[in-house]
Nanobody
């Protein structure tokens, strides 16, 4: 079973930076898309950014120019560099991956457990 483990969340002041990491493991043949979602209290989970195996990226409008998503295909790891953080970026950030397993080349669609990001002075 594919597992995603996130790290890098925490408390940061407005204007500060954080870097999230997410490592996937567990019988992976290939990961087509890796991404980050977030969910603030009382709100729906929303896409922050995603990146394909070929390096194509997509960002939610409010984070464009401030966040950068990248991935290391050899390590099955995705990163989210977050700069110029704002209080409205406060949320639980979830890693997401879609791909094929090694065994029988089955589709997988996996989520991480979430990491809290709090932007506050």
């Amino acid at each position: 079973q594919v597992q995603l483990v996130e790290s890098g969340g925490g408390l940061v002041q407005p204007g500060g930076s954080l870097r999230l990491s997410c490592a996937a493991s567990g019988g992976i043949f290939t990961i087509n898309v890796m991404g980050w979602y977030r969910q603030a209290p009382g709100k729906q989970r929303e896409l922050v950014a995603h990146i394909t195996s070929g390096g194509n990226t997509n960002y939610e409008d409010s984070v464009k120019g401030r966040f950068t998503i990248s991935r290391d295909n050899a390590k099955n790891t995705v990163y989210l560099q977050m700069n110029s953080l704002k209080p409205e970026d406060t949320a639980v950030y979830y890693c997401h991956a879609v791909g094929l397993t090694s065994f029988l080349r089955r589709d997988f669609d996996s989520w991480g457990q979430g990491t809290q990001v709090t932007v506050s002075s």
